[in-house]
């Protein structure tokens, strides 16, 4: 498999925080923490919920169900090469 923590610039956890998806808060942290704005940020999620809250914020996101569909929609946006 492929290691794609290479990827991420930033690691926002909801019980250190005090607020969790799909708090608009959550992902405001997690924007400033990476550093980035919303329409430069890509997010997955396994819930549908918190795939819709990050896109009604302007994130890419998308549902993740598989390491495999992770990867390739990682490769999809230019992130990783394809498996």
């Known amino acids: 498999m492929v290691d794609v ?9 909801s019980f250190r925080e005090g607020r969790a ?6 992902f405001a942290t997690a ?4 550093g980035v704005r919303a329409r430069d940020a890509v997010f997955a999620d396994d819930l549908a919920g918190h795939v ?8 890419d996101a998308f549902v993740v169900e598989s390491p495999r569909q992770f ?3 990682l490769s999809e946006r230019g992130l990783l090469e394809p498996l």
Do not use: Q, Y
């Open 71 to 73: 990867a390739d929609a």
């Open 5 to 13: 923590t290479r990827l991420v610039d930033a690691s926002v956890l």
């Open 21 to 26: 998806k799909p708090d608009p808060a959550f």
């Open 31 to 34: 924007l400033a923490e990476a």
């Open 52 to 59: 819709d809250a990050a896109r009604r914020l302007g994130l």
